[in-house]
Protein backbone atom coordinates (compact mmCIF):
# COMPACT_ATOMS: atom_id res chain seq x y z
CA UNK A 1 0.00 0.00 0.00
CA UNK A 2 1.09 3.55 -0.73
CA UNK A 3 2.11 5.76 2.27
CA UNK A 4 0.19 9.06 1.65
CA UNK A 5 2.57 12.07 2.23
CA UNK A 6 2.21 14.03 5.39
CA UNK A 7 0.95 17.49 5.41
CA UNK A 8 4.57 19.37 6.51
CA UNK A 9 3.46 21.39 9.46
CA UNK A 10 4.66 24.55 9.62
CA UNK A 11 7.59 24.83 12.43
CA UNK A 12 7.78 28.93 12.54
CA UNK A 13 7.35 30.73 15.73
CA UNK A 14 7.74 33.52 17.15
CA UNK A 15 10.00 35.01 20.47
CA UNK A 16 9.10 38.82 21.68
CA UNK A 17 7.55 39.33 18.27
CA UNK A 18 10.38 38.46 16.09
CA UNK A 19 9.71 35.65 14.27
CA UNK A 20 11.71 32.63 13.83
CA UNK A 21 11.84 30.16 10.58
CA UNK A 22 11.94 27.45 13.00
CA UNK A 23 11.44 26.00 16.68
CA UNK A 24 14.97 24.87 16.94
CA UNK A 25 17.98 27.02 17.53
CA UNK A 26 21.20 26.47 19.35
CA UNK A 27 21.94 27.65 23.04
CA UNK A 28 24.51 29.78 24.23
CA UNK A 29 27.27 27.68 25.04
CA UNK A 30 28.58 25.41 22.78
CA UNK A 31 29.83 25.58 19.09
CA UNK A 32 28.85 30.06 19.10
CA UNK A 33 32.27 31.82 20.34
CA UNK A 34 34.14 32.38 17.61
CA UNK A 35 33.05 34.53 14.26
CA UNK A 36 33.38 30.88 11.93
CA UNK A 37 31.23 29.33 14.24
CA UNK A 38 28.69 31.76 13.87
CA UNK A 39 28.53 31.56 10.62
CA UNK A 40 28.07 27.51 10.52
CA UNK A 41 25.03 28.71 12.98
CA UNK A 42 24.08 31.22 9.87
CA UNK A 43 24.48 28.20 7.03
CA UNK A 44 22.99 26.13 9.06
CA UNK A 45 19.42 25.33 10.09
CA UNK A 46 19.37 26.91 13.09
CA UNK A 47 16.65 29.14 13.85
CA UNK A 48 18.80 31.76 14.62
CA UNK A 49 22.29 32.60 15.62
CA UNK A 50 22.97 32.71 19.26
CA UNK A 51 26.08 33.89 20.62
CA UNK A 52 28.57 32.68 23.23
CA UNK A 53 27.44 34.42 26.67
CA UNK A 54 30.18 37.32 26.54
CA UNK A 55 31.76 39.45 28.90
CA UNK A 56 33.21 42.64 28.73
CA UNK A 57 36.73 41.54 28.09
CA UNK A 58 37.98 38.44 26.81
CA UNK A 59 38.48 35.30 28.68
CA UNK A 60 40.32 32.15 28.22
CA UNK A 61 37.86 30.40 30.85
CA UNK A 62 38.59 27.52 33.23
CA UNK A 63 41.68 25.21 32.96
CA UNK A 64 41.04 21.78 31.07
CA UNK A 65 39.60 19.24 30.83
CA UNK A 66 36.14 21.16 31.71
CA UNK A 67 33.95 19.88 29.67
CA UNK A 68 33.37 15.73 29.66
CA UNK A 69 30.79 13.74 27.78
CA UNK A 70 28.80 11.47 29.75
CA UNK A 71 26.27 8.26 28.53
CA UNK A 72 23.11 10.48 28.89
CA UNK A 73 24.83 14.17 28.62
CA UNK A 74 27.87 15.66 29.64
CA UNK A 75 29.08 17.81 32.83
CA UNK A 76 31.16 21.31 31.72
CA UNK A 77 32.55 23.85 33.95
CA UNK A 78 33.98 26.07 30.79
CA UNK A 79 34.17 29.54 32.97
CA UNK A 80 32.74 31.82 30.13
CA UNK A 81 35.76 31.59 27.77
CA UNK A 82 34.58 34.53 24.85
CA UNK A 83 36.01 37.13 22.95
CA UNK A 84 35.02 39.77 24.73
CA UNK A 85 31.56 41.85 23.80
CA UNK A 86 33.37 44.72 21.75
CA UNK A 87 34.30 41.62 19.21
CA UNK A 88 31.16 40.61 18.63
CA UNK A 89 29.37 43.99 17.96
CA UNK A 90 32.10 43.85 15.43
CA UNK A 91 31.10 40.40 14.30
CA UNK A 92 27.03 41.00 14.45
CA UNK A 93 26.95 42.76 11.29
CA UNK A 94 28.51 40.37 9.43
CA UNK A 95 25.87 37.29 10.53
CA UNK A 96 22.75 39.29 9.32
CA UNK A 97 23.54 38.00 5.58
CA UNK A 98 21.66 34.85 6.92
CA UNK A 99 18.44 36.65 7.73
CA UNK A 100 17.80 34.70 10.92
CA UNK A 101 17.76 36.64 14.18
CA UNK A 102 20.61 37.01 16.08
CA UNK A 103 20.36 36.82 19.63
CA UNK A 104 23.64 38.63 21.53
CA UNK A 105 24.30 36.35 24.80
CA UNK A 106 26.03 39.07 27.57
CA UNK A 107 27.16 37.80 31.16
CA UNK A 108 28.59 40.34 33.11
CA UNK A 109 30.38 39.56 35.76
CA UNK A 110 28.27 42.25 37.96
CA UNK A 111 25.28 44.27 37.34
CA UNK A 112 27.82 47.31 36.13
CA UNK A 113 29.22 45.05 33.60
CA UNK A 114 25.65 43.80 32.46
CA UNK A 115 24.59 47.53 31.94
CA UNK A 116 27.79 48.50 30.04
CA UNK A 117 26.75 45.79 27.65
CA UNK A 118 23.42 46.02 27.20
CA UNK A 119 23.50 49.58 26.69
CA UNK A 120 25.63 48.84 23.44
CA UNK A 121 24.06 45.38 22.74
CA UNK A 122 21.37 47.78 22.32
CA UNK A 123 22.75 49.39 19.88
CA UNK A 124 24.17 47.03 17.89
CA UNK A 125 22.70 44.40 15.30
CA UNK A 126 21.31 41.82 17.38
CA UNK A 127 17.62 41.64 17.35
CA UNK A 128 17.35 40.12 21.16
CA UNK A 129 19.44 40.26 23.93
CA UNK A 130 19.81 37.39 26.05
CA UNK A 131 21.19 38.21 29.79
CA UNK A 132 22.71 35.11 31.31
CA UNK A 133 21.66 35.32 35.14
CA UNK A 134 22.77 31.41 35.82
CA UNK A 135 26.47 30.74 34.92
CA UNK A 136 27.90 28.29 37.75
CA UNK A 137 30.71 27.85 36.45
CA UNK A 138 33.19 31.21 37.76
CA UNK A 139 34.90 30.90 40.34
CA UNK A 140 33.89 33.47 43.47
CA UNK A 141 31.21 33.94 41.62
CA UNK A 142 27.31 32.95 42.67
CA UNK A 143 24.49 32.57 40.25
CA UNK A 144 22.84 35.94 39.74
CA UNK A 145 19.43 34.00 39.68
CA UNK A 146 19.72 32.59 42.68
CA UNK A 147 19.74 35.85 44.63
CA UNK A 148 16.30 37.08 44.07
CA UNK A 149 17.56 40.67 45.51
CA UNK A 150 20.19 40.94 43.32
CA UNK A 151 18.06 39.39 40.46
CA UNK A 152 15.32 42.46 40.95
CA UNK A 153 17.95 45.13 41.38
CA UNK A 154 20.04 43.79 37.97
CA UNK A 155 16.09 43.75 36.33
CA UNK A 156 16.14 47.47 37.38
CA UNK A 157 19.17 48.64 35.69
CA UNK A 158 19.33 46.79 32.41
CA UNK A 159 15.93 46.69 31.29
CA UNK A 160 15.66 50.98 30.74
CA UNK A 161 18.09 51.03 27.91
CA UNK A 162 16.60 50.58 24.61
CA UNK A 163 13.76 48.85 22.67
CA UNK A 164 15.16 45.80 21.56
CA UNK A 165 13.69 42.73 23.16
CA UNK A 166 15.54 41.55 26.45
CA UNK A 167 15.79 38.13 27.80
CA UNK A 168 16.62 36.51 30.89
CA UNK A 169 18.54 33.11 31.21
CA UNK A 170 17.85 31.10 34.30
CA UNK A 171 18.83 28.61 36.20
CA UNK A 172 16.87 25.76 37.42
CA UNK A 173 14.38 25.94 40.13
CA UNK A 174 13.12 23.26 42.43
CA UNK A 175 10.40 24.72 44.86
CA UNK A 176 7.23 26.25 43.97
CA UNK A 177 7.89 29.18 46.01
CA UNK A 178 10.80 30.15 43.47
CA UNK A 179 8.96 29.92 40.55
CA UNK A 180 6.78 32.32 41.96
CA UNK A 181 8.97 34.63 43.67
CA UNK A 182 11.17 35.05 40.09
CA UNK A 183 8.02 35.47 38.07
CA UNK A 184 6.69 37.91 40.47
CA UNK A 185 10.06 39.63 39.83
CA UNK A 186 10.02 39.21 35.95
CA UNK A 187 6.12 40.36 35.82
CA UNK A 188 7.58 43.99 37.27
CA UNK A 189 9.73 44.51 34.25
CA UNK A 190 9.51 44.50 30.69
CA UNK A 191 11.22 41.24 30.19
CA UNK A 192 9.92 39.55 26.79
CA UNK A 193 11.28 36.30 27.32
CA UNK A 194 13.22 33.73 29.35
CA UNK A 195 15.35 30.84 28.77
CA UNK A 196 14.84 28.08 31.37
CA UNK A 197 17.08 26.00 32.16
CA UNK A 198 20.95 26.56 32.45
CA UNK A 199 22.85 23.48 33.34
CA UNK A 200 22.43 22.23 37.12
CA UNK A 201 25.26 24.15 38.64
CA UNK A 202 27.64 22.44 40.75
CA UNK A 203 27.61 18.77 40.16
CA UNK A 204 30.03 16.24 40.37
CA UNK A 205 30.88 13.35 38.31
CA UNK A 206 33.48 11.21 39.97
CA UNK A 207 35.28 8.42 37.89
CA UNK A 208 35.79 5.63 40.21
CA UNK A 209 38.90 4.35 38.19
CA UNK A 210 40.90 7.57 39.22
CA UNK A 211 39.46 8.11 42.11
CA UNK A 212 39.18 11.48 40.85
CA UNK A 213 36.51 14.15 38.99
CA UNK A 214 36.15 14.38 35.81
CA UNK A 215 36.35 18.09 35.03
CA UNK A 216 39.07 20.13 36.49
CA UNK A 217 37.66 23.60 37.64
CA UNK A 218 36.14 24.17 40.52
CA UNK A 219 37.67 20.72 42.25
CA UNK A 220 35.72 18.92 39.79
CA UNK A 221 32.00 21.04 40.04
CA UNK A 222 30.24 21.50 37.16
CA UNK A 223 26.85 22.19 35.64
CA UNK A 224 25.23 19.06 34.37
CA UNK A 225 23.56 19.40 31.11
CA UNK A 226 21.78 16.80 28.33
CA UNK A 227 19.26 14.23 29.02
CA UNK A 228 19.93 14.22 32.63
CA UNK A 229 18.57 17.55 33.70
CA UNK A 230 15.16 17.76 30.61
CA UNK A 231 12.95 16.83 33.22
CA UNK A 232 14.03 19.35 35.16
CA UNK A 233 13.49 21.95 32.05
CA UNK A 234 10.48 20.81 31.39
CA UNK A 235 9.15 21.51 34.94
CA UNK A 236 10.67 24.69 35.06
CA UNK A 237 8.68 25.68 31.39
CA UNK A 238 5.83 24.30 32.25
CA UNK A 239 5.66 26.13 35.44
CA UNK A 240 6.99 29.83 34.33
CA UNK A 241 4.05 29.09 31.64
CA UNK A 242 1.35 28.81 34.30
CA UNK A 243 2.93 31.86 35.87
CA UNK A 244 4.05 34.26 33.65
CA UNK A 245 1.99 36.80 31.03
CA UNK A 246 1.74 34.95 27.89
CA UNK A 247 3.53 38.19 26.34
CA UNK A 248 6.80 36.78 27.89
CA UNK A 249 8.25 34.16 25.29
CA UNK A 250 10.04 30.87 26.60
CA UNK A 251 12.83 29.54 25.39
CA UNK A 252 12.82 25.63 26.73
CA UNK A 253 16.99 24.44 27.16
CA UNK A 254 17.86 21.27 28.66
CA UNK A 255 18.33 17.88 27.00
CA UNK A 256 17.27 18.78 23.53
CA UNK A 257 18.62 15.75 21.56
CA UNK A 258 15.41 14.88 19.35
CA UNK A 259 11.72 15.91 18.44
CA UNK A 260 10.50 14.00 20.39
CA UNK A 261 12.42 16.19 23.42
CA UNK A 262 11.60 19.30 21.47
CA UNK A 263 7.70 18.27 21.20
CA UNK A 264 7.43 18.00 24.98
CA UNK A 265 8.84 21.36 25.69
CA UNK A 266 6.50 21.89 23.32
CA UNK A 267 3.45 20.55 25.27
CA UNK A 268 5.39 22.00 28.27
CA UNK A 269 4.65 25.20 26.96
CA UNK A 270 7.78 26.50 25.33
CA UNK A 271 7.70 29.01 22.41
CA UNK A 272 11.29 27.77 20.90
CA UNK A 273 13.90 25.16 22.05
CA UNK A 274 17.64 25.79 22.46
CA UNK A 275 19.86 23.10 21.58
CA UNK A 276 23.17 22.83 23.83
CA UNK A 277 24.98 19.65 24.58
CA UNK A 278 23.22 17.61 21.65
CA UNK A 279 25.34 20.41 19.20
CA UNK A 280 28.27 20.18 21.06
CA UNK A 281 28.20 16.29 20.60
CA UNK A 282 27.07 16.19 16.26
CA UNK A 283 27.59 20.08 15.49
CA UNK A 284 24.56 21.25 12.82
CA UNK A 285 23.37 18.57 11.22
CA UNK A 286 21.82 18.16 14.81
CA UNK A 287 19.25 20.98 13.86
CA UNK A 288 17.94 19.36 10.67
CA UNK A 289 17.74 15.88 12.14
CA UNK A 290 15.67 17.26 14.89
CA UNK A 291 13.40 19.94 12.57
CA UNK A 292 12.54 17.25 10.42
CA UNK A 293 11.82 14.60 13.39
CA UNK A 294 9.89 17.19 15.12
CA UNK A 295 7.39 18.18 11.16
CA UNK A 296 7.35 14.66 11.18
CA UNK A 297 5.77 14.26 14.95
CA UNK A 298 3.61 17.33 15.07
CA UNK A 299 1.93 15.49 11.87
CA UNK A 300 1.47 12.37 12.82
CA UNK A 301 -0.49 13.57 15.46
CA UNK A 302 -2.43 16.15 13.23
CA UNK A 303 -0.96 19.42 14.78
CA UNK A 304 -0.78 21.86 11.48
CA UNK A 305 1.95 24.32 13.30
CA UNK A 306 3.43 25.12 16.73
CA UNK A 307 0.69 27.10 18.46
CA UNK A 308 -1.84 24.22 17.70
CA UNK A 309 0.57 22.03 19.82
CA UNK A 310 1.70 24.39 22.41
CA UNK A 311 1.00 23.86 25.88
CA UNK A 312 -1.15 20.51 25.25
CA UNK A 313 -0.09 19.15 27.97
CA UNK A 314 -2.67 16.92 28.93
CA UNK A 315 -2.97 16.15 33.09
CA UNK A 316 -3.66 12.78 34.18
C1 LIG B 1 30.32 28.44 30.87
O1 LIG B 1 30.91 29.10 30.00
O2 LIG B 1 30.86 28.12 31.92
C2 LIG B 1 28.91 28.01 30.62
C3 LIG B 1 28.01 29.15 30.50
C4 LIG B 1 26.86 29.11 31.41
O3 LIG B 1 26.69 28.15 32.17
O4 LIG B 1 26.06 30.02 31.41
Same mark, same amino acid.
Given at each position: MTKLPLNKPNLSTKIADVNFDSYILNAS??? %? !? !?ETELHNLGQSDSAAIMTKSCTLVAREGN? /???YKALPQGSIQS?????? &?YKAYLEILPRLTQYNKPIIASISGLSINDNVEMVRAFQQSAADLLEVN? #? %??? *??????? &?? =?FEQTDKALAAI !???? =?KPLGIKLPAYFDFNHFETVANILK??? *?KFISSINSIGNTLVIDPET? #?? *????KAGFGGLCGSYIKPIGLANVNAFRELL?? /?ISIFGVGGVYTGTDAFEYLLAGADAVQVATCYQEQDVNCFTRIKNELAQLLASKNYQNIDAAKGQLQLL
Open positions: GPR %C !T !TP /EPRMGLPNL &GF #S %CPN *VPGKPQL &GY =D !TKLG =DKYP *VQ #SP *VIKPPK /E
